[in-house]
């Protein structure tokens, strides 16, 4: 999987580099370049950012300064936009989008080159939405793609939650293009405008509160996609059964290891008991239960066709 990622702090992920991440770049499971937004710039400030249209506290990103980035890393020409929110031409559908390692703008802020076209024939991923000129559409409808070539990711705190099911789908694409917003964030035409190129744009917060900025959001929607990737994780059996895996999302049950008793505290008795039968049903049902206490919202998303008679009981 190619990774690119675009941020004014490309070296906030160095840390890729470490660990199983750094792991899978030797191995050639994933490529990962940051780029540093600055590079697209004009002026001698390097300015990525100016003042809210209509008013307001901070500043926001740019479009013009992305777009140059972005037409760059997704071999697309610059295209005006019509009345409609339409491209005036059509030239750029069917136009690349790269699909491979090689094939694309790999400017590395870090080694300090400088942007160069990418250029590819991959085909685009139909556009979920299309944008107009005078009104943004909002990113609601991510619907499940498969077989995906290249996603463009904006994190964004007022995007829809970007959940385990996200991670599965998006980890069956061929590259990932981020985009990491600071300040009061992006230009809301920058995502727009790009479904309407044909791109496939998500929107996601990690969570309900508010970062810095894209990094973070970024480092975790990575990690949560590339460890779903064959030969990632040492040992892969250990994805199956966690918390928000498969058709289902329950929380995981607890987990002990050895000693059976610690500092006075015992393990629950049927885990040592060698039946794995019982075990698993102790383990079913301690997340149900977990699952209805503490995150009754995913009890009510539960398929009830999927629920055995002895976990109805639960
Ligand atoms: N940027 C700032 N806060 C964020 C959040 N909660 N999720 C995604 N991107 C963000």
């Given at each position: 999987m190619q990774i690119d990622i675009v941020s004014v702090f490309p070296e906030y992920f160095?840390?890729?580099?470490?660990?199983?991440?750094?792991?899978?770049?030797?191995?050639?499971?994933?490529?990962?370049?940051?780029h540093n937004l600055r590079d697209w710039t004009h002026d001698v400030h390097h300015s990525v950012d100016d003042t809210p249209?209509?008013?307001?506290?901070?500043?926001?990103?740019k479009p013009e300064v992305w777009a140059e980035c972005l037409d760059d890393l997704l071999g697309l020409e610059p295209r005006e936009m019509?009345?409609?929110?339409?491209?005036?031409?059509?030239?750029?559908?069917?136009?690349?989008?790269?699909?491979g390692a090689d094939a694309t703008a790999t400017t590395s802020a870090a080694a300090g080159e400088s942007p160069s076209n990418g250029t590819g024939d991959a085909e685009h991923q139909p556009a979920s939405d299309s944008a107009s000129a005078d009104t943004v559409p909002d990113s609601d409808s991510q619907a499940?793609?498969?077989?995906?070539?290249?996603?463009?990711?904006?994190?964004?705190?007022?995007?829809?939650?970007?959940?385990q099911r996200d991670a599965t789908e998006l980890s069956h694409a061929k590259r990932l293009v981020f985009g990491c917003g600071r300040y009061?964030?992006?230009?809301?035409?920058?995502?727009?405008?790009?479904?309407?190129?044909?791109?496939?744009?998500?929107?996601?917060?990690?969570?309900?509160?508010?970062?810095?900025?894209?990094?973070?959001?970024?480092?975790?929607?990575?990690?949560?996609?590339?460890?779903?990737?064959?030969?990632?994780?040492?040992?892969?059996?250990?994805?199956?059964?966690?918390?928000?895996t498969g058709s289902e999302a329950l929380l995981e049950h607890r987990q002990y290891t050895r000693p059976a008793v610690?500092?006075?505290?015992?393990?629950?008795?049927?885990?040592?008991?060698?039946?794995?039968?019982?075990?698993?049903?102790?383990?079913?049902?301690?997340?149900?239960?977990?699952?209805?206490a503490i995150r009754p919202d995913l009890i009510e998303q539960l398929d009830c066709a999927q629920l055995s008679k002895a976990d109805r009981k639960t």
């Open positions: 160095d840390v890729l580099n470490l660990s199983l991440f750094g792991k899978a770049q030797s191995k050639g499971l994933v490529s990962v370049h940051a249209v209509g008013g307001g506290a901070g500043m926001v990103m019509n009345a409609d929110g339409e491209s005036d031409s059509n030239s750029n559908s069917g136009a690349g989008i790269p699909d499940p793609t498969h077989n995906l070539d290249t996603v463009l990711i904006f994190p964004n705190p007022s995007a829809p939650l970007f959940t009061e964030g992006y230009d809301a035409r920058i995502p727009a405008y790009y479904r309407a190129q044909g791109v496939d744009v998500r929107e996601y917060s990690i969570g309900d509160y508010v970062l810095n900025g894209g990094e973070v959001a970024v480092s975790v929607m990575l990690e949560a996609i590339t460890r779903l990737l064959p030969g990632f994780m040492g040992n892969p059996e250990s994805i199956v059964e966690e918390s928000y610690w500092r006075g505290m015992g393990v629950p008795d049927v885990l040592l008991s060698g039946d794995h039968g019982k075990v698993n049903r102790f383990r079913r049902d301690e997340a149900l239960a977990r699952t209805d």
